[in-house]
C-alpha cells in the first residue's frame, strides 16, 4: 500500500536550518507531483511546496519563497524539503502528500519547531 514517511523535524534557533525527508513506497513515485505541506498548532493545513514529476517544476507559498528548496530524488523515491532562514512562523508539523486521479495520501508529519 502506499507509504510515505517523514522524517528530519527538530527543534533549530531562529535563522537556523532542517532539511526534511520523505521516504515513499507503495506507489510509482517518478510518475507523480508531491507536495510538501505544513500544519501549525491550532491553525488550518498550508500549502508549503510542490515539484513536478521530473523535479524540474517547483512551486512555493510566498511564505517560504526564496527561504525553502523542494527537490526529489525519483532513484531513491526520496522527497526533500531544505528549510534555511528559519522563523518561529514556520513551527508546525509537516506533512508530504501525493495526489492520484481519485485518492491523496499523506505522512504522519514531523514536527519542526523554531525557538531561542
Known amino acids: 500500500q502506499v507509504q510515505l514517511v517523514e522524517s528530519g523535524g527538530g527543534l533549530v534557533e531562529p535563522g537556523g536550518s532542517l532539511r526534511l525527508s520523505c521516504a515513499a513506497s507503495g506507489f510509482i513515485f517518478s510518475a507523480f507531483s508531491m507536495s510538501w505541506y505544513r500544519q501549525p498548532s491550532g491553525k488550518e493545513r498550508e500549502l508549503v511546496a510542490t515539484?513536478?514529476?521530473?523535479?524540474?517544476?517547483?512551486n512555493y507559498a510566498d511564505s517560504v519563497r526564496g527561504r525553502f528548496i523542494i527537490s526529489r530524488d525519483n532513484f531513491q523515491k526520496m522527497l526533500y524539503l531544505q528549510m534555511n532562514s528559519l522563523k518561529p512562523d514556520d513551527s508546525a508539523v509537516y506533512y508530504c502528500?501525493?495526489?492520484?486521479?481519485?485518492?491523496?495520501?499523506w505522512g504522519q508529519g514531523t514536527q519542526v519547531t523554531v525557538s531561542s
Open positions: 502528500r501525493v495526489q492520484f486521479k481519485q485518492s491523496q495520501s
Open positions: 515539484i513536478d514529476p521530473t523535479g524540474r517544476r517547483k
